[in-house]
């Protein structure tokens, strides 16, 4: 229904601005690097992985006729996490460097190369191929989810927020519910599923936000190398799994 079609469309517009805010969040975190020119205890893989997640679903934007705003916010995601493993590789120490190129190999060149060669040789129905691609997207965002589990795990044992700023978790929790209502409008289990996930983790953050906010933090000082640990977790929970 052409109603129905015109209020999917300025959802996903604000979903794909919200997504962009997202993406461009660990901004701060790559301007200290480079002012430092070091990565110093400062973690690849969430960056990585994500580099890989906004590749696939922009291809799978690009070949699921009407899910061109899936793959807009999707490919400048995916330009956004280029640079900031590009960052990586450049500032990485000596002995971690070499490792963080082979990672990226495998899975920002490899990886998607043999999946879309995969279901292009699978599979000659377009629409199967598609739904293909939702299926691995879909399965590797729903894997994601485990930093915020994680970021989670830490405020219950710390009894502190510190790690999981307010502004990541509502922005987590809108990113997952304005995807979710865009995937229901377009009839998407792909998007469903784990934008679903991603609004149920959110929900879960801001509650236990309310909870632990003016609680007493357990224990004392953390050394650097479990501040920047609590960071990624919060920082990979920044990024819009999915769109």
């Known amino acids: 229904m052409p109603q129905m079609a015109e209020a999917s469309f300025y959802i996903g517009v604000v979903g794909n601005v919200i997504s962009v805010l997202v993406f461009l969040s660990p901004v701060e975190t790559f301007w200290k690097i480079v002012k430092r020119k ?16 906004s590749s696939l679903w922009t291809y799978y934007g690009i070949v699921t006729p009407g899910e061109y705003l899936v793959s807009t916010v999707n490919g400048f995601g995916a330009l956004v996490e280029i640079i900031y493993v590009s960052l990586f590789v450049l500032y990485a120490p000596r002995h971690l460097k070499l490792h963080t ?5 495998m899975l920002n060149v490899l990886f998607p190369i043999a999946a879309i ?48 700023p307010f502004w990541l978790s509502f922005f987590l ?20 599923v784990p934008n679903g996930v991603g609004f ?26 479990d501040i920047v640990a609590d960071e990624e977790n919060s920082l990979t929970s920044r990024v819009p799994l999915l769109t």
């Open 101 to 105: 190129i082979v990672v990226v190999s």
């Open 200 to 225: 149920v983790f959110g929900t879960m953050q801001l509650i236990l936000y309310g909870i632990y906010r003016n609680a007493k933090p357990v224990g004392s000082r953390k050394g650097s190398s």
């Open 173 to 192: 929790f809108l990113n997952g519910a304005i995807w979710t209502v865009y995937a229901s409008l377009q009839h998407d289990v792909f998007l469903l």
């Open 38 to 53: 070091s990565t110093e205890e400062y973690k690849s893989l969430p960056y990585i992985c994500t580099l890989l997640g």
């Open 117 to 164: 060669a995969a279901t292009r040789s699978a599979f000659k129905d377009e629409k199967t191929r598609s739904q293909s691609m939702g299926f691995i997207c879909a399965g590797l965002n729903i894997i994601m989810y485990g930093s915020p589990l994680s970021a989670m795990k830490t405020v219950v044992t710390t009894k502190s927020v510190k790690y999981m």
